[in-house]
């Protein structure tokens, strides 16, 4: 479900017991981009896990959108913004409801005409950079580029290091 007091609708629906999952399509102007094709997309998965893109004005996002890009902004199962219930689904599922959250966004975004399948790459920080290292390992053929920014790429180490490791790594 869209955050609360969003009068955005739920993009894309998933099939199956989870509940919609919202992304957020920034596409770039017109002028950057051809008619005929599709531009080149970002997937950007946000950090936490238990945080959410925001509909928001975002620099860095305003410039890749006008150097040409569309940006994908996943809030996958985990995200603030659907309640405790979706929070709480996240744990023991890591790596894989998220990630399979975030590989349907960008299915609906290909799918919409709104990105170019074949020239994806994968921005991410922390749990982002942890999906995006995941997303590149699992699909290669699916990704151009990945882009990690302190990803989470060793828990046994992230569970004596960080602030969320003692709960996090051993659930």
Request: aromatic content about 6%; glycine content about 12%.
């Amino acid at each position: 479900l869209p955050p609360t007091g969003s009068s955005r609708p739920p993009f894309p629906p998933l099939a199956g017991p989870a509940p919609p999952v919202e992304a957020i399509v920034i596409s770039p102007p017109p002028s950057t981009s051809s008619p005929s094709s599709p531009p080149p997309g970002l997937l950007i998965p946000h950090g936490g896990p238990h945080s959410a893109h925001a509909d928001a004005w975002v620099p860095s996002l305003a410039f890749l959108a006008a150097a040409g890009y569309a940006a994908v902004l996943v809030n996958f199962r985990g995200s603030t913004g659907y309640g405790e219930g979706g929070v709480q689904s996240l744990p023991g599922a890591v790596g894989a409801a998220d990630a399979a959250d975030c590989l349907a966004a960008l299915d609906a975004a290909a799918a919409a005409g709104l990105v170019d399948p074949a020239r994806v790459a994968l921005v991410g920080g922390s749990h982002g950079g942890f999906l995006a290292a995941s997303l590149a390992g699992a699909h290669p053929a699916r990704f151009r580029a990945a882009v990690l920014r302190n990803p989470v790429c060793d828990l046994s180490l992230m569970a004596g290091l960080s602030d969320i490791g003692p709960d996090w790594c051993f659930v």
